[in-house]
């Protein structure tokens, strides 16, 4: 079983800064895709930032504050954020495309327990 397990996140001031970690852990064999989704009360889940094959795509409303980062070695994944915003208030969720086995044909999309984000004064 795959689980992947998230640290960071909090209650931060405008313009604060904070890293969201995660970490995949368990039996499989490879990662594609690996990155952060957030989703705030009321709101769809979005995509905020996600690495994969080498490239980084963020949501337009981050880019320039949120910075991607992946350990293959490691099957982690970080997520810098700077000059925090109100509007980037919500539960912050780590995401992996995950095979299970070699000969498998499959990805599986795979979800941390979240972890909140609170920008406020």
């Known amino acids: 079983q795959v689980q992947l397990v998230e640290s960071g996140g909090g209650l931060v001031q405008p313009g604060g800064s904070l890293r969201l970690s995660c970490a995949a852990s368990?039996?499989?064999?490879?990662?594609?895709?690996m990155g952060w989704y957030r989703q705030a009360p009321g709101k769809a889940r979005e995509m905020v930032a996600v690495?994969?094959?080498?490239?980084?795509n963020y949501f337009d409303s981050v880019k320039g504050r949120f910075t991607i980062s992946r350990d293959n070695a490691k099957n982690t994944v970080t997520l810098e954020m700077n000059s925090l915003k109100p509007e980037d208030t919500a539960v912050y969720y780590c995401?992996?495309?995950?095979?299970?086995?070699?000969?498998?044909?499959?990805?599986?999309?795979?979800w941390g327990q979240g972890t909140q984000v609170t920008v406020s004064t």
């Open positions: 995401y992996a495309s995950i095979k299970r086995t070699a000969w498998s044909t499959m990805w599986y999309n795979t």
């Open positions: 368990g039996n499989f064999f490879s990662i594609n895709r």
């Open positions: 690495h994969s094959d080498g490239s980084t």
